[in-house]
């Protein structure tokens, strides 16, 4: 099979049953994505599918031959930070950081959705713009854990990306 990551192609030999998450890191050698529980609770593991943000260690591998995948690898590098990783860096967003390739990744996806107009379960209203108060960035941003609850960082961080961010 093939999987196209960062804007290349990848010829892969996995078994069917491998998760999208095992691909990436085992097969691919893209460690950024984390495995925090292997189960969908923690979101360590965001990766973004035709731009739309999802735990790849809930999908497998085979059923995305055809798609755009971006991992934090391929928002930005060194020297070429992504506003978003770059937000993160000038507030402190993390601590150990192993959450944070997912926090990054989710937010890049949680601020496409929330362009959309997609209503949270904070929103005031299921359809038009919804402010993107603190309490947006963290309802849209609860699926991502932070065992070192660097919260108060993250949201800073995610609010002051959020007008830097490309559409
Ligand atoms: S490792 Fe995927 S949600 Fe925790
Ligand atoms: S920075 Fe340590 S788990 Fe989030």
Redesign the pocket.
Known sequence: MQLKVNGSAHALDVDIRTSL?DALRDHLGLTGS????????????TVLVNGRRI????TLAVMHEDDEIVTIEGLGQPGNLHPMQQSFLEHDGFQCGYCTPGQITSAVGMLEEHRAGWPSHASQALDGAQELTDAEISERMSGNICRCSCYPNIVDAIRDAAGKVRP
């Open positions: 998450l984390k495995k925090g529980c292997d189960h969908g609770q923690c979101g360590a593991c735990n790849s260690c809930l």
